[in-house]
């Protein structure tokens, strides 16, 4: 089954506790990114990745690192989470640019950071 | 900067109803515009637009693109209780060409 797998669900952890979120495709998609949702905000894109060893910046990339050393993975970390991270993330993949292609979300990760 | 503004933000309707939601967009390298539907966990695609004036439809629901007015529609004709989810319009494009600029979605629920 076509999909794109968060893990974990859900964390609740303390500031400064570096986490990582893994994200793992098998559709072999070309493009990969990450996205927090906040009430009333919609979508914002944290990061996104073209292909392999290429990423690049979105909206809100303060805070967060990523890596693409894989096609099927890209992980989101926070090496020193703040409150102001506590967010409902999803990862997102598609064949190409999303601008050409739609794209399948993850289920979401929910990230509560005291 | 870019932007999608998405309106109403929330809705309520009654079954059988008709609703119309927009969105409009200012976004830099335009190269489509997607409209998603969130029910409880993530979103799904409903429609890509990249032609103005080019109905797309999938059951009850379609979607039309105006370039030069920079705005689109989403149609849900008869609605049902199942219709109740965030809409979530985005576009694809912005200033690096390779970015996706959602709106904050439109609350949609469909009463019996």
């Known amino acids: 089954e076509a999909q794109v797998t968060q893990n974990p669900r859900y964390l609740i952890t303390v500031t400064g506790k570096k986490l990582t979120v893994t994200c793992s495709q098998n559709m072999n998609h070309e493009y990969m990114s990450w996205y927090r949702q906040d009430p009333g905000l919609g979508l914002r894109q944290i990061y996104y990745s073209m292909n392999v060893e290429v990423t690049d910046k979105g909206d809100v990339p303060e805070g967060y690192k990523v890596s693409r050393k894989e096609k099927r993975n890209f992980p989101l970390i926070l090496e020193s989470p703040s409150p102001n991270q506590t967010s409902l993330y999803f990862c997102?993949?598609?064949?190409?640019?999303?601008?050409?292609?739609?794209?399948?979300f993850g289920d979401g990760t929910r990230l509560s950071i005291l | 900067e870019d932007k999608v503004v998405q309106s109403p933000l929330s809705l309520v309707v009654h079954e059988g109803d008709t609703v119309t939601l927009n969105c409009s967009y200012e976004?830099?390298?335009?190269?489509?515009l997607l409209w998603y539907k969130q029910e409880k966990k993530a979103p799904t695609f409903l429609f890509m637009l990249?032609?103005?004036?080019i109905e797309k439809k999938s059951g009850r629901l379609s979607s039309i693109l105006d370039k030069k007015e920079l705005f689109s529609i989403l149609n849900i004709t008869a609605t049902q209780t199942g219709d109740s989810a965030v809409y979530l319009c985005a576009v694809g494009g912005g200033t690096s060409y390779d970015k996706v600029i959602f709106g904050p979605g439109t609350s949609l629920s469909v009463i019996p």
């Open positions: 997102a993949s598609s064949l190409s640019s999303p601008g050409d292609q739609p794209q399948h």
């Open positions: 990249t032609s103005s004036g």
């Open positions: 976004v830099t390298n335009f190269r489509s």
